[in-house]
């Protein structure tokens, strides 16, 4: 299903509605300027959303058997944006990236288990201090800006 939902977003980003929601995004003031409705594609972009969290939600209570408030604490919450701002937001690598690091990340400090949200505090506070836009979306962009240059001709000086 995870495959599914990232073939489908990446699908809708390439299409005319993810350079709706790219306008969006940047500045909605331009795009209202455009004669886009951001009223209606707020509302899109909710509907879409609470449709996936409702899909993933129903496939956890398949796999934990229920579900209860006191899973999604202040924890989840910091967890979840922890994987945002360490994978960044603007690419679909971005938190795909961020969620694999996290996935493996409590293997790594097994013995810091007891601190958890410290630890991925931190992690936070480092990623926005050093990487602003996150690991994916700075490994995308050095991608982009290499590819970039490698299509530029290059210039020789004539002595």
């Not at 409702?54 to 229920?66: E, K």
Request: hydrophobic content about 50%.
């Amino acid at each position: 299903m995870a495959l599914l939902v990232i073939y489908i977003n990446w699908s809708v980003g390439r299409s005319t509605l993810g350079r709706i929601f790219s306008a969006l995004a940047q500045d909605e003031s331009v795009a209202a300027s455009l004669g886009v409705s951001i009223r209606k594609y707020h509302m899109i972009a909710f509907v879409v959303s609470g449709a996936i969290g409702g899909l993933f939600g129903g496939l956890q209570s398949l796999y934990v058997y229920n579900i209860e408030p006191s899973n999604f604490g202040f924890a989840f919450v910091v967890t979840v944006l922890t994987v945002v701002v360490l994978g960044g937001r603007t690419t679909l690598l971005g938190p795909i990236m961020g969620a694999a690091i996290m996935a493996i990340l409590p293997e790594i400090a097994r013995p810091l288990a007891d601190n958890r949200t410290m630890v991925n505090g931190i992690i936070m506070i480092l990623v926005i201090t050093f990487l602003p836009k996150g690991v994916g979306d700075a490994i995308v962009d050095a991608i982009r800006h290499r590819m970039r240059s490698m299509r530029r001709p290059r210039q020789t000086s004539k002595e």
